[in-house]
């Protein structure tokens, strides 16, 4: 895409989405609300500064200009306690509430943090009284600044209205590397910029002199730095030595799109040049999310044309990302699939570099290197931000264990994680880092890699790019709610007692840094304060200093110094980004009653109710009401559902042998039951039952009921150990034209046992009543009882099952023509080869005195909805006739729509021969 062409198709994708302002989170602000807050920070900040300094008993009470309440040595260059006062009044002044709740946020900041400052003021009036020793000054400022940005975020996350807190997974991952490495770094940081500060030099004094945070000088202005570069060394080693292979299994991808349809054709092309660099099978699946211009048909027609890959468009009405993301996760059918955003031009071998890691089975999500278009008005300092952030800061997070984010323009997933998760969470920002945190926290390795590179669009107005970081800034604190268990509980993890609240400060901090610089300006020039030590360039370093160094540094060392002639843009985006950053945190609604991250535990009865919940498919129109007693994350309780509507027979398919003829349109009634109770910390039961009925008319007259229950018993018995129990009962009954078709009564009881994630196995004992009612069948009785015993794990590039059933069948007929009894037994190995995208079983069976034989083996073609199957059979009766069968298949659906176990389009040949045995 030319710069020209770039500049002027961005400008048609300004658009205000559903995911802009969750409306039950935030809410559009108008453009004056930021100014109107920094003019009353301006006028209440001068006001403070001059109070505090000029009249004479506050003067006493605080000689050292600011809320300090303990003798210290040394000076400061600002007041960052006023500051931080002052700050909060302006900015519950114009915050998302109404006047109660902004007033209790106030009083809520302010208190808390006064009682911090003030333990923090008498440890050092004990240390004094005991060791005769002070603090400096420009030591206390520095801790009251970070102090003040701790409590503002988690104030503003308890009181604003957050998403509420779920169930999180957690598996510890204390290793003895990760903790060398985040202690030894630090240690080593620390060491470093002590010295650096220790050495009397000139330069040294120099620096002392530009701080805005209580003077800091160079020690602290380098910790970070030499912090983030050990341990991006460390990662670097980590990603160079990791065991990576040639791994190119069958994937999906999956790309929401909504409104567009100027470069979703460029988005479709370059995964298909992406693709044939692959040497995979890959799959393509554009969610069409209730658009209103051509994106179907553009994708359509570019689809159509790939070389290498396949796909389809899929509509999803209802509009939202995560519904777009997560239909297409429940259409993907390979074991890895692949978010990207619908502006997002992946690079030719990003995919097949990318998917070398999952070659390790601990890693579970993969990400890369977002790229700008160029040409725009913010590509350049986008360029040298991303450079920063996911070249260096993210790489170096890696070393730790800490990866928190991986961005969803490209994101790379073990399927199955994101489902056992529950998909991609809906009405909140943040949806791609929530769910690269959460399967982190399962224990698998998040991957970030610069060289996995891909053409991310920058948004080309100040318009679209408020709109764009108005929903990143917000999502710190939405992720944070949301996974509140990481920060609240006693859980030792990196990134909930680390990284979450770094970046929580750090957002709180980027919010502020307007005010502050402002506030350094009122010191400098009223001189209100005699002994103030604040130059001009200590305001200049708070926005040039570290961030500078940083950039340089990022650019140089991933081979990308043309980022350095970015550097003076990206010094202006910083400010505006901060300056954006504080409109995002005026945008969350202060609730009046909040669900907090430590209310969110509490069991609350309540009751919701959600009726006439319309939505239109396909298979035809639904309606859905739905009733939640006592509805808590951690307590669902009672769950009543039931559901209308109608759909075409010829998308069903039926579990059991019988099937309906016909296309007609029949309608269905739906109703279930689920009790689902977490009795202790690691045990629960859940009862479900179900009751269904479908009605087809006119050309099949078929009537189906169906019923079920359902009880589970789950155990946790150690970290790496589950049981669980499963006992179900069903009845099944088909009815044509008043006619018994098929009647069912079945009940089975399942224990399970599951060892790590690679193993588990199970016992099964069934029994179940076939009655067929029919004018070939007349009477026809069957009762079936098994025992099944089976056990499945997962080696590194395979999955392997075995399962050994026994059974007894007893047949009656009114006829009797199928009166017999009989035993038998069945062994059966099955193997899926995930490099190869085939599949192979064997099979043997005891019978009736007869042995028997199959040997199968699946081969997906170039489409996922074509396969070819190949079978050999062998059978061995009494009568010393050796039959051999074989089998050659081509199995094809018809339907673009994602139904399971729907075949379309079925040609089978099939060969037997028997043979006599010799003595």
């Not at 990576?244 to 999906?252: H, I, K, R």
């Not at 239909?327 to 990003?350: K, Q, Y």
């Not at 080309?460 to 992720?479: D, V």
């Not at 009543?640 to 010829?650: F, N, S």
Request: charged letters at 20%.
């Amino acid at each position: 895409m030319t710069d020209a062409v770039a500049t002027e198709t961005r400008s048609q994708n300004e658009f205000l989405c559903v995911d802009s302002a969750p409306k039950q989170y935030a809410s559009l602000i108008p453009i004056w609300r930021a100014p109107a807050a920094c003019a009353l920070f301006l006028v209440i900040g001068f006001a403070a500064i001059f109070i505090v300094n000029q009249i004479p008993f506050l003067n006493a009470a605080f000689p050292d200009d600011d809320f300090i309440f303990s003798p210290y040595t040394g000076s400061h260059s600002i007041p960052i306690r006023l500051f931080i006062v002052t700050f909060s009044a302006s900015f519950c002044c114009f915050c998302n509430g109404d006047l109660k709740n902004k007033t209790l946020l106030f009083a809520d900041i302010v208190f808390t943090y006064a009682l911090y400052c003030a333990v923090f003021d008498l440890i050092n009036i004990i240390v004094y009284e005991t060791l005769q020793v002070r603090y400096q000054l420009s030591f206390i400022e520095i801790v009251s600044g970070l102090l003040g940005f701790w409590v503002f975020s988690l104030k503003l996350l308890r009181r604003g209205r957050m998403p509420p807190k779920i169930e999180v997974p957690y598996k510890p991952q204390r290793t003895f590397s990760t903790i060398v490495r985040l202690v030894g770094g630090a240690v080593a940081a620390g060491l470093f910029s002590f010295w650096i500060a220790s050495l009397d030099l000139a330069i040294v004094q120099d620096l002392r002199n530009f701080a805005l945070l209580g003077g800091i000088g160079p020690g602290v202005f380098l910790f970070l730095p030499v912090l983030f570069l050990i341990w991006f060394v460390l990662a670097t080693y980590d990603r160079l030595t990791m065991k990576v292979g040639d791994f190119t299994p069958p994937l999906t991808f999956v790309v929401p799109a909504h409104n567009e349809e100027y470069i979703i054709a460029d988005t479709i092309f370059a995964m298909d040049e992406a693709a044939c660099n692959y040497n995979g099978n890959v799959i393509i699946l554009i969610m069409n999310n209730n658009s209103d211009d051509r994106t179907s048909e553009v994708a359509e027609a570019a689809l159509a044309k790939c070389k290498a890959a396949t796909g389809k468009v899929i509509d999803v009405p209802k509009p939202g990302k995560s519904n777009a993301l997560n239909a297409g996760l429940a259409a993907a059918e390979t074991e890895f699939f692949v978010r990207v955003d619908a502006d997002t031009l992946i690079a030719p071998d990003s995919i097949h570099r990318a998917m070398r890691y999952f070659y390790d089975p601990k890693v579970g999500v993969v990400g890369g290197l977002p790229i700008p278009p160029g040409g725009a008005l913010f590509d350049n300092a986008r360029f040298l931000e991303v450079i920063v952030k996911h070249g260096y800061y993210s790489v170096a997070l890696g070393a730790i264990n800490g990866v928190v984010g991986v961005p969803g323009m490209l994101a790379l997933y073990r399927t199955e994680l994101p489902r056992q998760l529950g998909g991609f969470v809906e009405g909140m920002n943040g949806e791609d880092t929530d769910m690269s945190l959460r399967i982190g926290e399962m224990g698998y390795e998040v991957v970030v890699d610069p060289k996995v590179t891909y053409i991310s669009e920058v948004p080309a107005s100040y318009k679209h790019m408020r709109e764009q970081r108005m929903r990143w800034f917000r999502s710190i604190y939405h992720i944070s709610s949301r996974n509140g268990d990481y920060l609240d509980r006693s859980w030792l993890t990196i990134r909930g007692k680390i990284i979450l609240p770094y970046m929580l400060v750090n957002s709180a901090r980027r919010a502020m840094l307007t005010p502050l610089v402002m506030f350094g300006a009122i010191e400098y020039v009223t001189s209100f304060n005699s002994a103030n030590t604040l130059e001009w360039q200590a305001i200049l370093a708070v926005l040039i200093g570290a961030p500078a160094i940083v950039a340089v540094f990022a650019s140089l060392i991933n081979g990308y110094p043309k980022g350095i002639l970015a550097l003076p843009d990206y010094l202006v985006f910083r400010a505006i980004r901060a300056y954006l950053t504080l409109e995002s945190l005026l945008s969350i609604i202060i609730a009046p009653d909040p669900e907090t991250v430590a209310r969110a535990q509490v069991v609350r009865r309540k009751r919701k109710v959600w009726i006439a919940r319309a939505r239109a498919g396909f298979a035809g129109a639904v309606l859905s009401v739905a009733a939640i007693f006592n509805a808590n994350a951690n307590d669902p309780g009672l769950l009543v559902e039931a559901t209308m509507g109608a759909q075409r027979q010829g998308l069903i398919v039926e579990e059991d042998d019988v099937k309906a003829s016909g296309l007609a349109v029949g309608v269905f009634a739906d109703a279930s039951l689920i009790y689902d109770q977490r009795l202790r910390k690691k045990d629960f039961v859940k009862v479900k039952s179900n009751l269904r009925k479908d009605i087809y008319p006119d050309r099949s007259g078929l009537d189906t009921i169906h019923y079920r229950g359902e009880l589970q018993y789950r155990r946790q018995l150690s970290k790496k150990c589950s049981c669980w129990l499963q006992a179900t009962m069903r009845y099944d009954q088909k009815k044509r034209d008043g006619e018994f078709l098929f009647r069912r009564e079945a009940a089975q009881v399942k224990l399970w046992r599951r060892h790590n994630k690679q193993h588990n196995g199970f016992i099964q004992l069934g029994a179940s009543n076939l009655d067929y009612n029919d004018a070939r069948l007349a009477g026809f009785d069957q009762r079936r009882y098994r025992i099944d015993v089976g056990h499945q794990w997962r080696p590194a590039d395979s999955r392997l099952r075995l399962n050994g059933v026994i059974f007894a069948e007893h047949s009656d007929a009114d006829a009797a023509r199928f009166d017999f009894q009989s035993l038998g037994a069945q062994l059966r190995a099955e193997r899926q080869f995930a490099s190869s995208a085939t599949k192979m079983h064997v099979a043997l069976f005891w019978r009736e005195r007869r042995y028997e034989g199959v040997f199968s083996r699946d081969f997906p073609m170039s489409r996922s909805d074509r396969a070819l199957r190949a079978s050999v059979g062998l059978s061995h009766p009494v009568r010393k006739r050796l039959t051999v069968t074989g089998a050659l298949g081509w199995e094809q659906n018809r339907s673009n729509i994602p139904i399971r176990r729907h075949q379309g389009l079925t040609f089978r040949i099939t060969l037997s021969a028997k043979l006599p045995i010799l003595d």
